[in-house]
């Protein structure tokens, strides 16, 4: 069979280069033959046996590379569930880690190990609701509610997500409210002095008659 043939042609002194041009073929199928590839054509096979002087059945040449193919497919399978395996135990173990910050209240911690699985698990709803609970303990309370709005998308009826979202959505208003109470304690001056907004971003506002801002205050990264 392929292998025999390997042999049988390397004691006749052929190379595949050799044999190829004895037999009329291409060198990729005298690889192919060998190795059991692909099936080449019967045509393809029987020169090459003739130029061997070998004599083999189209039939038994089709089962071995059956046979060597279901095996390749095996070992592939099997090289799969090994990676895959593997992955999961990575994953795991890092969820499990982020899982101890949060119950130590290492909020910022935990959510930047959740974060980086999000290309695996962004459509998990158990996963989308610890992000939304993370988001929400470090102040971030827009990325909180979006996090809720994918989960209710898909599930109306989830109770936990609904809770979350309201009470993110009264802490931001709380914020809002509470930082136009401090805007109200600075001077133009101190603001500017401090970073904390930009000449341009002013602008005096004629139904108000005072000063504005036309940019959001607070800065949230959301």
């Known amino acids: 069979m392929g292998k025999n043939l390997r042999k049988i042609r390397i ?7 050799a044999l190829s041009i004895e037999a009329n073929v ?5 690889y192919n033959i060998e190795n059991y590839i692909k099936i080449v054509k019967k045509e393809t096979l029987d020169s090459v046996l003739k130029s061997l002087e ?17 095996k390749r497919l095996g070992e592939y399978e099997e090289l799969y569930k090994n990676q895959i395996c593997k992955l999961k135990t990575k994953v795991d173990k890092r969820l499990r880690e982020a899982e ?9 911690e935990s959510l930047k190990i959740y974060l980086s699985f999000s290309n695996i698990l962004g459509h998990d709803s158990s996963y989308l609701l610890t992000c939304a ?9 827009v990325k909180s509610i979006n996090c809720c709005n994918r989960i209710l998308s898909n599930d109306k009826n989830n109770s936990e997500a609904q809770k979350i979202k309201e009470s993110s959505l ?38 108000a008659n005072e000063l504005c801002i036309d940019v959001p205050i607070q800065k949230l990264n959301n």
């Open 11 to 17: 004691s006749k002194g052929y190379s595949q280069e």
């Open 26 to 30: 291409s060198v990729t199928n005298i």
């Open 54 to 70: 070998v004599e083999m059945s189209y039939d038994e040449y089709e089962a071995a590379v059956n046979d060597k193919s279901a």
């Open 100 to 108: 101890n910050l949060l119950k130590n209240e290492k909020y910022e």
């Open 133 to 141: 609970i993370l988001y929400k303990k470090v102040g971030r309370y």
């Open 170 to 207: 009264v802490s931001l208003k709380e914020l809002n409210l509470l930082t136009k109470d401090k805007i109200k304690n600075y001077t133009i001056k101190d603001l500017i002095e401090n970073s904390r907004i930009s000449k341009n971003k002013l602008y005096h506002s004629e139904i």
